[in-house]
């Protein structure tokens, strides 16, 4: 079945310090995955994605993400870290088999980056 | 471009009542759908269309109707108004390809039912 995982209800990183929040996922075919943040009292923004080819994705805002297809994982990370950048980030993986077009949701993990 | 914009930002509804909670995009996306956030939930897909005429439903479509006439307006039916539908909605929009392109949301319409 067709799910992801993301293991961390929530991540506490200081200002200035290397952000890493995590995704696996479980397809059958090839996955194509995104990272979105939501912002308080926003919509959902897209951040970054990735469909092939380098497995290092960079993004919106300064942020990448890494594909590990042995993991099954695609890790959001940031080298230093905004307190600006403190919202609830979502990763989302769409299954490459059949005709499928939607999108499995995590359940989000909320970013603090404290001062 | 306006994007995705969702009318209104906040309702507040009595059970039993009926509404339509609007949601327009002006980029001439193909694919349209509506989520519903909850805590501790996530996203959950409601309805969604991947063009005018057709639409299809989600993983929680009870209560909820939705119709696509044109390709920009994309409304959602609260046919008889429950409190287990105090959420945000979202809308949201992508092009074609769908599968390797992302959505764009609509700010959210924040609703409760008392």
């Known amino acids: 079945a067709q799910s992801v995982a993301q293991p961390e209800d929530q991540v506490n990183v200081a200002e200035g310090n290397p952000l890493t929040v995590k995704c696996t996922y479980s397809?059958?075919?090839?996955?194509?995955l995104f990272w979105y943040v939501q912002y308080p009292n926003r919509g959902l923004q897209f951040l970054l994605k990735?469909?092939?080819?380098d497995n290092l994705v960079k993004g919106s805002y300064g942020f990448e993400a890494e594909f590990n297809k042995s993991q099954t994982s695609f890790h959001l990370k940031k080298p230093s870290a905004l307190v600006s950048d403190s919202a609830l980030y979502f990763c989302?993986?769409?299954?490459?088999?059949?005709?499928?077009?939607?999108?499995?949701w995590g359940l989000g993990t909320s970013l603090a980056v404290n001062p | 471009n306006a994007g995705v914009t969702q009318t209104p930002k906040f309702q507040v509804l009595k059970t039993g009542q009926s509404m339509t909670l609007q949601c327009a995009q002006d980029?001439?996306?193909?694919?349209m759908s509506w989520y519903r956030q909850d805590p501790g939930m996530g996203l959950r897909l409601i309805h969604y269309?991947?063009?005018?005429?057709?639409?299809d439903q989600g993983e929680v479509p009870n209560g909820y109707n939705v119709s696509r006439s044109t390709t920009e307006d994309f409304p959602l039916r609260l046919l008889s108004a429950a409190p287990s539908q105090t959420s945000v909605y979202f809308c949201?929009?992508?092009?074609?390809?769908?599968?390797?392109?992302?959505?764009?949301f609509g700010p959210g319409t924040r609703l409760t039912v008392l």
């Open positions: 949201a929009s992508s092009n074609a390809g769908g599968r390797y392109n992302e959505q764009f």
């Open positions: 980029m001439n996306h193909e694919y």
């Open positions: 269309s991947v063009g005018a005429g057709i639409t």
């Open positions: 397809v059958s075919g090839n996955p194509y």
């Open positions: 990735y469909i092939t080819g």
């Open positions: 989302a993986v769409r299954d490459g088999a059949g005709n499928n077009r939607k999108l499995i």
